[in-house]
């Protein structure tokens, strides 16, 4: 197994795809010569030439309709938007058509697409950088939503996504890129997508997170663990819609407490969702009340004061251990 980062990891599933499948193209704002804003798509132009790997204007309404267009041709289009703050104006199309393809042609036709983007803050950038608008996307019919949280699922779950007969939008955590390397097989590796991970198995609480704030949590329940015996369950999300919501639910009925941590803001965020999903289906087990630890209803500040707005390990430790104590 070779040791490697986030972005490596996804540049090794764009070329395995692209060598396997003549149909998977690239396209997006300096994809080509430039490799990407983050290197992502970095070397390969060079390997596939420039009818594969498309540098586009600053356009991401364009982008996108290119790419549908292409999907229904019979291609497997890959559009990275340079950053998920820009990616807003591709939203009419994404709603509007890219969703809404299988179900307006009765099933004859689907969209087999995937809109990559950087995703989220922690990287001192500037307004627009470092937005998480994971809802928006998770809120769009038609449209499944990933968010890897390691080099290896980030890996897996791209050839997921690229082989999937719908489209999807695959978030990718900016500051986990070059965060920390993994064990990625040499060999194919591919994950279910909407099919969560227990990351720890535990039976006093769970708490539920995706994207970078996994890393977060984690750390908070190991400082939590250093000072006290409790059983908690980590659960990874992964694909935030369609979410799983089995595994969930099978995890509140064994531990009756539940933290959910999302770097997004507040209101209307996917905790929201988990906390219905829970009470729809496993209100009863629960012994008390759900707690959300998340970013607040402000637009993400920019340089210093980003560490303020993203949930701290420390923040996530309280709330874990105020659901315990109640």
């Known amino acids: 197994?070779?040791?490697?980062?986030?972005?490596?990891?996804?540049?090794?599933?764009?070329?395995?795809?692209?060598?396997?499948?003549?149909?998977?193209?690239?396209?997006?704002?300096?994809?080509?010569?430039?490799?990407?804003?983050?290197?992502?798509?970095?070397?390969?132009?060079?390997?596939?030439?420039?009818?594969?790997?498309?540098?586009?204007?600053?356009?991401?309404?364009?982008i996108i309709?290119?790419?549908?267009?292409?999907?229904?041709a019979g291609m497997k289009p890959v559009a990275e938007m340079q950053f998920s703050g820009f990616s807003y104006f591709m939203l009419p199309e994404l709603e509007c058509n890219v969703g809404r393809f299988r179900v307006r042609t009765r099933g004859m036709f689907s969209a087999p697409l995937v809109v990559r983007m950087p995703n989220g803050g922690g990287v001192k950038a500037l307004e627009h950088h470092?937005?998480?608008?994971?809802?928006?996307?998770?809120?769009?019919?038609?449209?499944k939503t990933v968010i890897p949280s390691s080099p290896r699922n980030a890996r897996a779950l791209l050839v997921a996504a690229i082989r999937d007969p719908d489209p999807v939008v695959f978030m990718e955590p900016t500051r986990l890129y070059r965060a920390?390397?993994?064990?990625?097989?040499?060999?194919?590796?591919?994950?279910?997508?909407?099919?969560?991970?227990?990351?720890?198995?535990?039976t006093e609480i769970t708490v539920i997170s995706w994207g970078a704030q996994l890393h977060d949590t984690i750390k908070a329940v190991d400082e939590i663990q250093s000072e006290k015996d409790v059983s908690v369950e980590i659960i990874d999300l992964l694909t935030i819609y369609p979410m799983d919501v089995e595994t969930i639910v099978n995890s509140i009925e064994k531990t009756g407490r539940c933290v959910i941590v999302q770097e997004a803001q507040k209101t209307l965020g996917m905790a929201s969702e988990?906390?219905?999903?829970?009470?729809?289906?496993?209100?009863?087990?629960?012994?008390?009340?759900?707690?959300?630890?998340?970013?607040?209803?402000?637009?993400?500040?920019?340089?210093?004061?980003?560490?303020?707005?993203?949930?701290?390990?420390?923040?996530?430790?309280?709330?874990?251990?105020?659901?315990?104590?109640?």
């Open 65 to 72: 309709g290119a790419a549908l267009g292409m999907a229904i």
């Open 274 to 326: 988990i906390i219905a999903v829970i009470n729809d289906n496993a209100l009863l087990s629960l012994e008390a009340p759900i707690k959300r630890v998340t970013g607040y209803d402000l637009p993400p500040p920019t340089f210093g004061r980003e560490h303020m707005y993203i949930p701290s390990h420390g923040k996530i430790k309280r709330a874990i251990i105020e659901t315990l104590e109640f």
């Open 130 to 143: 470092s937005e998480n608008k994971e809802a928006y996307y998770a809120h769009t019919p038609g449209v």
């Open 1 to 62: 197994m070779a040791k490697l980062t986030m972005v490596q990891a996804i540049n090794l599933a764009l070329k395995e795809e692209m060598t396997k499948d003549e149909q998977v193209i690239v396209l997006g704002q300096d994809v080509g010569v430039d490799g990407g804003v983050f290197r992502v798509t970095e070397g390969l132009i060079e390997q596939f030439g420039s009818e594969r790997v498309i540098d586009t204007p600053l356009a991401e309404s364009a």
């Open 180 to 202: 920390f390397r993994e064990d990625v097989p040499e060999e194919e590796d591919i994950m279910e997508l909407s099919k969560a991970r227990i990351v720890r198995e535990g």
